[in-house]
């Protein structure tokens, strides 16, 4: 008699103000969580872009063959031989050239007879590299079993062959000397951070 009927109020609008959240896991949460931000970028209209591609990392354009890109380009090394010479005219005739200038272009030298210098020993490892190869192709053929040498082997015997060659040109003791250096200074920093 008193229900909410006589009041005017029917039974449908109260249960449409209590909204009811369905779920379909019980554990899961009644309302989505206020934490998650909201995406910033949104693709509302799909825009092609051009893939650049670079063929240092591309598949598509082959394998690096250096022994090719070597003949190939043997004329870069033609030519940073004429700059390394011009340069050194240059640091040695002219005596306008500033403190700076100085150092940049003495360091420019540097670098890039370290580059010859590494380029060349590279070389040398390939050609030693090959030289064994044919070895082993060849002690296949007579019928004996090949002998690959280790890692350690090989840097015990190319080490010999650096003080055969130091040797040669009289300059043993300065490298010793140097290395000696090297391995004190290595030590004083390790010895520091302990």
């Not at 103000?17 to 206020?34: A, C, D, G, H, V």
């Not at 050239?97 to 940049?104: A, H, P, T, Y």
């Not at 580059?115 to 030289?131: I, V």
Request: with cysteine.
């Amino acid at each position: 008699m008193f229900g909410p009927q006589n009041h005017g109020l029917s039974g449908s609008s109260k249960s449409s103000k209590q909204r009811k959240f369905k779920r379909e896991n019980k554990n899961r949460p009644k309302e989505t969580s206020s934490k998650i931000y909201a995406p910033k970028i949104r693709e509302v209209v799909h825009v092609s872009q051009k893939r650049r591609r670079d063929p240092r990392f591309e598949n598509l354009c082959g394998n690096l063959n250096e022994k090719i890109w070597n003949t190939n380009y043997s004329f870069l090394r033609d030519m940073a031989k004429e700059e390394q010479k011009n340069l050194k005219q240059k640091f040695n005739e002219d005596k306008n050239l500033g403190d700076v200038q100085k150092e940049k272009i003495r360091q420019y030298l540097n670098r890039l007879s370290n580059k010859e210098r590494s380029n060349l020993k590279k070389e040398d490892d390939e050609r030693k590299r090959r030289l064994e190869k044919k070895e082993q192709i060849e002690k296949l053929k007579q019928g004996k079993q090949p002998y690959f040498m280790k890692k350690s082997t090989r840097k015990y015997v190319e080490l010999a062959e650096k003080y055969d060659q130091l040797k040669a040109q009289g300059k043993v003791e300065s490298y010793l000397k140097k290395k000696r250096a090297r391995n004190a200074s290595r030590d004083k920093k390790s010895l520091k951070l302990k």
